[in-house]
Nanobody, 123 residues
Framework: QVQLVESGGGVVQAGGSLRLSCAAS????????VGWFRQAPGKEREFVAA????????YYADSVKGRFTISRDNAKNTVYLQMNSLKPEDPAVYYC????????????????WGQGTQVTVSS
């Protein structure tokens, strides 16, 4: 089993920045992708960004492209999501997920999920 723990959420002013971390432990695999998803009240869980664990390929949702950056540190088994220029539509619970997947943007393809971290954007 893979365990994932998110951290770095909090309250930030519109236009500000946060960096989220996802630390992985357990039976990780070099074939896994790691994805970030978010879910706001009353809305479906949506894809944010993803990176292959052993490679350098990255993926972004159109809504965050150019503002968010996903990166990885394999030595620490940690994936980061740098969020800049935060907007009113960005507040949500952010989750990281990992698995061997076919489509990195489909949350149904991931078996391993963290507990989530809350991001709040103030005006």
């Amino acid at each position: 089993q893979v365990q994932l723990v998110e951290s770095g959420g909090g309250v930030v002013q519109a236009g500000g920045s946060l960096r989220l971390s996802c630390a992985a432990s357990g039976r990780t695999s070099s074939s896994y992708a790691v994805g970030w998803f978010r879910q706001a009240p009353g809305k479906e869980r949506e894809f944010v960004a993803a990176v292959t664990w052993s490679g350098s390929t990255t993926y972004y949702a159109d809504s965050v492209k150019g503002r968010f950056t996903i990166s990885r540190d394999n030595a620490k088994n940690t994936v980061y999501l740098q969020m800049n220029s935060l907007k009113p539509e960005d507040p949500a619970v952010y989750y990281c997920a990992a698995d061997k997947v076919v489509k990195v943007a489909d949350p149904g393809e991931y078996d391993y999920w963290g507990q989530g971290t809350q991001v709040t954007v103030s005006s």
